[in-house]
């Protein structure tokens, strides 16, 4: 059997297409391709008998650069999964991930899965020594639930960020959040992780440059001793990416970047001595942060540990609804809270060179008075916020019932959607016999030799194993979720979180 892996466009070039011939089409990532990628391997192969599509229609939809909102626009950002999953077309869900700490998908299974749907492999619940040492950095650093054990997730309020737009360009970046994450790295680093074990995930691009360049000041640093220097040079290897280019991949250690803050410089000092209504006129969290897809990704994407680095009181502003999806950022931050896995984070001020020129202007007592204005009217905004919001239901919009559809035949007769179980009955029925037969004169034969026969019939082992293995895995591949972002843990979580 011949088998080929390359990407919806690659499989269809002439050299690949004039030198194999598939039978069955496997399309990973089905939630995230486009319409026009998936034409190509269908209509550049002929004969091919079946199409097994993986993927997950709770994470990243396909890229559309378009900013219109338009018909056009609304077709291209739906897969081809999405909309076999919709049409009712059948499915097949796996029910258990294997991949996060249930600490770690407690909150995206709640938000982005219904109850139940899947859950967490009891090897998820290992304590491993990787998990010991976030759990460690948590308490000691963060005051992450010191009286438990401390926690694999939690939420940095990085309170005084600001997040620009990068010359010449449309993405953001953040100068105080990559102070926050250098600096948990740093911990991390020191409590004995490795820095290939680490990786940063940020929802804009802009904010990559800016990771890289604290790491390389830090690197640098002529004061650090001796013992730091052998730590610190291991940030070098740690790598930072968008979470729309992270999709499909994990790490033991995520640290999450959500960019997105105040607009300007001045909102800490000169919008706080307004009222609070006026000073809460700014908060706006835009489309692209809010995205339910894109925050599953990035929740999901860690097997040991997940830091969150954002803006508690902007993140909490953004639930201007009772929309489950839209709000996940928000609930976010009230399911850190309710779990006691925040920690405000008041030491990186922004760091931009006109914010630094701009502070050191305005002497230190009125900088003070300034901040601690700020701090009273945050804190207030966020108590009020969040007793709004604890115990507000945010129900899933109810879906409209889709008729199944009804399948054209080759003779253009329409009927009604196949049954899947009596179909890969009769596609692996006569195999699975043939490989019990097989496996039946196998355990024969073995018996006849331990009773010293000597006219005995011998069988294929490796036809036997092989079969053994068909068998076992045949019919499980239809339209389907293979991966997903988030789970309901299971219950008796054995380790502190």
């Known amino acids: 059997m011949d088998a080929i892996f390359a990407t919806c466009v690659n499989c269809g070039s002439d050299w690949i297409v004039d030198n194999f011939r598939l039978d069955v089409q496997c399309v990973d990532q089905c939630g995230q391709v486009t319409m026009p990628r998936l034409c190509v391997p269908l209509t550049a192969y002929t004969g091919w008998k079946g199409l097994l599509m993986f993927g997950d229609t709770k994470q990243l939809e396909p890229t559309v650069l378009s900013t219109g909102l338009n018909e056009v626009v609304g077709n291209a950002k739906t897969s081809p999964l ?46 491993s020594e990787t998990k010991q040492k ?23 309020d990085v309170a005084y960020g600001v997040a620009r737009v990068v010359p010449n360009g449309t993405s953001l970046q953040n100068y105080a959040n990559a102070d926050a994450i250098v600096t948990a790295i740093r911990r991390l680093l020191k409590k004995g992780i490795k820095a290939d074990q680490i990786s940063i995930l940020t929802l804009y691009k802009g904010q990559i440059p800016i990771l890289y360049t604290k790491i390389r000041e830090t690197t640098a640093d002529p004061t650090a001793s001796e013992e730091e220097r052998t730590w610190v040079a291991e940030m070098q290897e740690i790598t930072a990416s968008t979470v729309d280019s992270f999709q499909g991949r994990d790490f033991d250690i995520t640290l999450v970047d959500i960019v997105y803050a105040s607009d300007h410089w001045d909102t800490l000092y000169q919008k706080s001595q307004q009222n609070s209504q006026q000073s809460d006129a700014w908060l706006t969290v835009s489309s692209h942060v809010k995205n339910p897809n894109r925050t599953n990704v990035a929740l999901t994407r860690a097997k040991y540990g997940s830091i969150i680095f954002g803006q508690r009181k902007l993140l909490l502003e953004s639930i201007k609804d009772k929309n489950k ?43 003070e008075q300034q901040l601690k204005h700020a701090d009273a009217l945050r804190y207030g905004f966020i108590k009020d916020k969040l007793g709004k919001v604890r115990n507000q239901k945010f129900p899933v919009p109810a879906q409209e019932e889709v008729e199944a559809p009804r399948i054209p035949t080759a003779t253009g007769h ?69 991966e997903v972002g988030g789970w309901k843990p299971t219950a008796g979580t054995k380790i502190p979180w």
Not at 104 to 123: K, M, R, W
Not at 145 to 150: H, N, S
Not at 336 to 356: C, F, M, Q, W
């Open 82 to 127: 999405g909309l076999l999953v919709d049409k009712k077309f059948p499915q097949t869900k796996p029910n258990m991930q294997y991949r996060s700490d249930p600490a770690i998908t407690q909150f995206p299974a709640a938000q982005f899965y219904e109850e139940g749907e899947l859950v967490n492999h009891p090897s998820t619940e290992l304590n």
């Open 134 to 156: 976030v759990r460690q950095v948590s308490m000691k650093h963060y005051d992450i639930k010191p009286k438990t054990g401390g926690s694999v997730y939690f939420f940095v």
């Open 325 to 367: 999806a839209s709000n996940a950022m928000g609930l976010l931050v009230r399911d850190a809270a309710a779990r006691g896995l925040i920690h405000e984070d008041k030491s990186h001020l922004d760091t931009h060179p006109e914010a630094v020129k701009i502070r050191a202007a305005i002497p230190a007592k009125v900088l």
């Open 414 to 482: 329409q009927t009604s959607i196949i049954n899947m179980d009596e179909t890969l009955d009769a596609m692996y029925g006569p195999l699975d016999a043939d490989l019990d037969w097989a496996a039946d004169e196998k355990a024969a034969n073995t018996q006849m030799k331990d009773a010293g026969a000597t006219d005995s019939m011998t069988i294929d082992t490796e036809m036997g194993d092989a079969g053994g293995q068909s068998g076992s895995g045949g019919g499980s591949g239809v339209a389907g979720s293979s």
